[in-house]
């Protein structure tokens, strides 16, 4: 025999005959314009002593800050990654010979003025030994689309209610809830939107300087779900 168990069962959300009740889902895509870039530089430098490296890679380091920030508000944020200076070993010999070293830094520009980033992007990829990878499009995390995006998912959850109402020759009562798809299983994931990656990977100085890159923005996909449960007048089937 299987002893009783006195845990209590979780109420079902069902109406009654006096308060039916309509579980709905409201969803929303928007596709809207993108308010930063981001782009990913990497400078490099390579010297047969470690001294001669690192000064190589400060040098063309500095060049590139100066040269971003020369674009003043364009550009939201600057930003130092990694770091690396590494001995190459000689393949043949005895011992460990060191045969060169290599040197990098990897810096990301955050751009809000996209007429500045084709500009910016070439001038860059001109440098020597510098690679540019990006840009990557996307959204503010407060962006007013999301909110625009979660209002236009609740609109759409009131509106399909109404229609199931109408349907049954009634009308909707009050709102029971409304929540966030996942909500009450774990906190919701929302990713932020981003474009495809685009790059370009230059090495080297020209004599003069390139023209600009012409960059389209990448429009960005914003998308919102909200599950709505409402009671309505009972109807007269």
């Given at each position: 025999?299987?002893?009783?168990?006195?845990?209590p069962?979780?109420?079902?959300?069902?109406?009654?005959?006096?308060?039916?009740?309509?579980?709905?889902?409201?969803?929303?895509?928007?596709?809207?314009?993108?308010?930063?870039?981001?782009?990913?530089?990497?400078?490099a430098?390579r010297?047969?002593?470690?001294?001669?490296?690192?000064?190589?890679?400060?040098?063309?380091?500095?060049?590139?800050?100066?040269?971003?920030?020369?674009?003043?508000?364009?550009?939201?944020?600057?930003?130092?990654?990694?770091?690396?200076?590494?001995?190459?070993?000689?393949?043949?010999?005895?011992?460990?010979?060191?045969?060169?070293?290599?040197?990098?830094?990897?810096?990301?520009?955050?751009?809000?003025?996209?007429?500045?980033?084709?500009?910016?992007?070439?001038?860059?990829?001109?440098?020597?030994l510098?690679?540019?990878?990006?840009?990557?499009?996307?959204?503010?995390?407060?962006?007013?689309?999301?909110?625009?995006?979660?209002?236009?998912?609740?609109?759409?959850?009131?509106?399909?209610a109404?229609?199931?109402?109408?349907?049954?020759?009634?009308?909707?009562?009050?709102?029971?809830?409304?929540?966030?798809?996942?909500?009450?299983?774990?906190?919701?994931?929302?990713?932020?939107a981003?474009?495809?990656?685009?790059?370009?990977?230059?090495?080297?100085?020209a004599?003069?300087?390139?023209?600009?890159?012409?960059?389209?923005?990448?429009?960005?996909?914003?998308?919102?779900?909200?599950?709505?449960?409402?009671?309505?007048?009972?109807?007269?089937?």
């Amino acid at each position: 025999m299987t002893a009783p168990t006195d845990t209590p069962r979780p109420a079902v959300p069902y109406g009654t005959p006096d308060a039916p009740r309509i579980a709905v889902r409201g969803e929303a895509r928007l596709e809207v314009d993108p308010e930063i870039a981001r782009i990913g530089i990497t400078v490099a430098a390579r010297g047969r002593d470690r001294r001669s490296a690192l000064d190589d890679l400060t040098r063309r380091n500095a060049t590139v800050l100066d040269l971003v920030k020369t674009y003043g508000d364009a550009v939201e944020r600057l930003e130092t990654g990694a770091f690396s200076i590494t001995p190459e070993l000689t393949k043949h010999g005895r011992g460990e010979r060191v045969r060169t070293y290599h040197g990098s830094v990897r810096v990301t520009a955050e751009l809000t003025d996209f007429t500045a980033l084709g500009e910016l992007t070439t001038r860059l990829a001109d440098l020597d030994l510098t690679h540019v990878d990006g840009p990557w499009w996307a959204l503010r995390p407060d962006s007013p689309a999301h909110r625009d995006a979660r209002k236009k998912a609740v609109h759409e959850a009131v509106q399909r209610a109404r229609e199931y109402a109408d349907a049954l020759g009634t009308t909707l009562a009050a709102l029971v809830e409304i929540a966030d798809i996942g909500a009450e299983d774990a906190p919701p994931a929302y990713p932020q939107a981003t474009g495809r990656m685009r790059s370009a990977a230059f090495a080297g100085a020209a004599e003069d300087t390139p023209a600009p890159l012409d960059l389209e923005p990448q429009r960005q996909h914003v998308h919102a779900q909200v599950n709505a449960r409402f009671t309505m007048v009972p109807p007269r089937l």
